[in-house]
């Protein structure tokens, strides 16, 4: 049994679960639970649901998960601007219904552009775990995570990874964009301003480019300090 099917056989739970892989060494990561986020406008991206389409596929990149964390609340004490993440999952098979009962899964860098579980040049974090999570989706095909809203690297437009499982197969990955007007007003602020702003805008990005109108997550928010809200619909075919 592979990893995977092992969550499809779990199912969904409230417990943080760890399953090492690889000879990796197991973790307990945080199973916090706070959220904090306020609602005050709405800065639009993506959609699958109306178009009723497959979401883009891309790649996983260099840093995907190599342990699984069963949990809603991936920052693990990570300091930044709380991102409320909801992902609706939908069978483009039959007329973008909900899917429930899928695994999806998110990863993302910090605030200085650092992913857990590798080193990155100087930065070692092969012994961390922030930034991950599993969830199972509900009737209504959501997931919801709470999250750091996620900082940049050099050469990437600013994104989060998503991957979606469905009885122990992958049935798509993918990845959201966030709108600029977003990003500029973040990175202008608390532990992103040594920083400043991405360099890399999504219109230039080798991911984005070309498909940003479907990648690009709504947000609904108040500010860098009560935080945002963002959704995102996933298209799948199974």
């Not at 260099?62 to 609340?73: A, E, K, M, V």
């Not at 999952?89 to 219904?97: F, K, L």
């Not at 750091?148 to 798509?172: C, D, F, L, M």
Request: hydrophobic share 30%; aromatic share 8%.
């Amino acid at each position: 049994m592979t990893r995977r099917e092992a969550l499809g056989t779990l199912g969904v739970t409230s417990a943080v679960l760890t399953w090492a892989c690889g000879g990796d060494t197991p973790t307990s990561p945080s199973s916090a639970t706070t959220t904090a986020t306020t609602t005050t406008t709405t800065t639009s991206g993506g959609t699958t649901s109306a178009a009723c389409v497959v979401s883009p596929t891309e790649t996983a990149g260099p840093y995907p998960s190599l342990s699984d964390f069963i949990r809603s609340d991936v920052r693990e004490g990570k300091s930044g601007t709380t991102l409320t993440l909801t992902l609706t999952i939908v069978n483009t098979n039959s007329s973008c219904a909900p899917l429930s009962g899928a695994q999806v899964e998110i990863w993302q860098c910090d605030a200085d552009g650092h992913y857990s579980q590798y080193v990155q040049g100087s930065y070692n974090g092969s012994s961390q775990t922030f930034l991950r999570g599993i969830q199972t989706t509900d009737s209504a095909g959501q997931v919801r995570f709470t999250t750091v809203y996620p900082g940049w690297y050099q050469g990437r437009a600013t994104h989060i990874h998503i991957e979606v499982t469905v009885n122990g197969r992958s049935v798509k990955v993918t990845q959201i964009a966030f709108p600029e007007s977003v990003n500029a007003t973040v990175y202008a602020t608390g532990v992103y301003a040594s920083r400043g702003v991405n360099p890399t805008a999504n219109a230039s990005d080798g991911i984005f480019s070309d498909s940003l109108s479907s990648e690009l997550a709504t947000i609904t928010g108040g500010d860098p300090n009560g935080g945002y809200t963002a959704t995102y619909t996933v298209g799948v075919a199974v």
